[in-house]
């Protein structure tokens, strides 16, 4: 009888494995295959359809005209406290007439761009990519307020009525035209000098009923600042894809020394995966453009990542999968989370408050008092109430007090305190954003006028302090 033929055991393995091993390889290109889907698909929804619309092309053409019109030493740090200071009322002639005259031509050139673009500013329509955010575009605000300043200083209230409308008008075009955050930078201090000339003029006696009603058409709606924000951080997560892809990010990160604990930046380097890092930072931005959508954001949200550890808790963390990308993604957040995503936040509510504050003033001018509340403003002079945007609940306004605020980052209310965190007085939003708990802005012309009293007196304060620390 013939005995069946016997395989050795080396035999049987093989035959076992090599399908296992192709199986498992299969399933392993397969599970890649899926996974660079998925990272793909999961940045879609960050990428921004680009519309190419002949009026921006124009606005941008003449922009970049104005801006080549400026002379080459235009400061931003000097024009800019020429007009902080004129706004003040401090005015230095020489200083402001040598601004002036630099740039009356850029100024001219956008007013005329901005006679040739009626009817598209506010469409929210995207153009084909280019970027304003140089130092020139910032002096080129700052002038355009100062000339706001001379304009009322001299009594010329019709000019400065005009200036305001083309900064509210430029606005509405920058709004709609973000690449990035650095572009979106840009479009929040012209924000600032826009909401402030506007604010000042509402409450000048010389400000006509129709002018309240133009600068109401005009003043940026909370959406179209939101979407501004939108669209810049989406831009700036591709630039940050691509400081990824060429080391750029991680040799500002690590050779900047801004990692916290003096971690060994070798174990960070080599404890870096370049793929999870891109989800971690894809998630980042993803948090940022949810908070903008949102109707309010936590005070966590401010909050830095980064973990202050020492000892054996600091090993263990730089040993952990992928630490260095993790304390990358952190450093790459930093400005999109704290400066742009609260910089949104306050342009939104800002331009809200300011709002509010014209629809109480025409109120007052129709019925010869300020409103009970908000709500009697709507449908004859607000289409709504504007919503506050940290806090998401209505504006805030106080008839007695002749305030209307909205609540600070820290998404609390605290019944229109002016006063700063560590207890100082912050004051009113006069001209300037600042650090009190809440937004707030006077209602009354009486108080406003106080509040920038107040406000000239704590600024000659800090001028003396810092003479005296100078001369130490």
């Known amino acids: 009888m013939q005995q069946g033929k016997r395989f050795s055991v080396r035999q049987v393995l093989l035959a076992v494995a090599l399908p296992v091993a192709a199986a498992a390889l299969l399933a392993w290109m397969a599970l890649r295959d899926a996974r660079r889907?998925?990272?793909?698909?999961?940045?879609?929804?960050?990428?921004?359809?680009?519309?190419?619309?002949?009026?921006?092309?124009?606005?941008?053409v003449a922009l970049e005209e104005a801006l080549e019109l400026l002379p080459p030493a235009a400061s931003v740090t000097d024009w800019g406290n020429v007009t902080r200071r004129a706004g003040l009322g401090e005015w230095d002639a020489p200083a402001a007439a040598s601004v002036l005259e630099l740039s009356a031509a850029a100024r001219a050139r956008v007013k005329a761009a901005l006679a040739a673009c009626q009817g598209y500013a506010g469409r929210g329509e995207r153009p084909e990519a280019f970027g304003y955010a140089t130092p020139g575009f910032q002096a080129l605000g700052a002038s355009h307020r100062l000339a706001f300043e001379e304009a009322l200083r001299t009594g010329d209230v019709a000019t400065a009525y005009g200036l305001s409308l083309e900064m509210l008008q430029g606005l509405a075009l920058l709004l709609d035209a973000p690449n990035d955050t650095r572009d979106l930078g840009c479009a929040l201090v012209w924000t600032g000098h826009a909401l402030s000339a506007c604010e000042k003029l509402l409450h000048h006696p010389a400000c006509q009923d129709g002018w309240l009603a133009e600068m109401d058409l005009w003043l940026p709606r909370q959406e179209a600042v939101t979407r501004a924000g939108v669209l810049a951080l989406k831009g700036d997560f591709w630039h940050t894809l691509a400081s990824l892809a060429d080391g750029s990010a991680m040799d500002r990160c690590f050779c900047a020394g801004v990692v916290p604990s003096s971690p060994p930046l070798y174990l960070l380097r080599k404890n870096y995966r370049p793929r999870q890092t891109r989800r971690l930072v894809a998630e980042g931005y993803r948090s940022f453009v949810?908070?903008?959508?949102?109707?309010?954001?936590?005070?966590?949200?401010?909050?830095?990542?980064?973990?202050?550890?020492?000892?054996?808790?600091?090993?263990?963390?730089?040993?952990?999968?992928?630490?260095?990308?993790?304390?990358l993604a952190e450093y790459l957040f930093i400005v999109p989370r704290v400066i742009h995503v609260s910089g949104v936040k306050q342009a939104e509510n800002g331009a809200a408050c300011l709002r509010a504050?014209?629809?109480?003033?025409?109120?007052?001018?129709?019925?010869?008092?300020?409103?009970?509340?908000?709500?009697a403003l709507v449908p004859e002079f607000l289409a709504a109430v504007p919503r506050d945007t940290y806090g998401g609940e209505p504006l805030h306004y106080s008839r007695e007090r002749e305030i209307v605020?909205?609540?600070?980052?820290?998404?609390?209310?605290?019944?229109?305190?002016?006063?700063?965190?560590?207890?100082?007085?912050?004051?009113?939003?006069?001209?300037?954003?600042?650090?009190?708990?809440?937004?707030v802005f006077p209602v009354s012309s009486d108080r406003y006028e106080a509040a920038r009293e107040s406000l000239r007196q704590r600024e000659a304060a800090r001028q003396a302090k810092s003479k005296r620390s100078a001369w130490k």
């Open 37 to 60: 889907a998925a990272a793909q698909e999961d940045w879609a929804d960050l990428k921004v359809e680009r519309k190419v619309l002949p009026d921006d092309r124009n606005f941008r």
């Open 290 to 327: 949810a908070a903008l959508d949102a109707g309010r954001v936590d005070e966590a949200f401010f909050s830095s990542a980064f973990e202050d550890v020492s000892g054996l808790s600091a090993l263990v963390s730089f040993v952990r999968p992928n630490a260095g990308g993790r304390y």
């Open 357 to 375: 504050l014209v629809a109480c003033e025409r109120y007052r001018r129709k019925r010869g008092t300020y409103p009970e509340a908000l709500d």
């Open 405 to 439: 605020w909205a609540v600070g980052t820290n998404a609390r209310d605290d019944g229109g305190s002016t006063l700063k965190a560590d207890g100082k007085d912050g004051g009113y939003r006069i001209g300037s954003y600042r650090a009190a708990v809440d937004m």
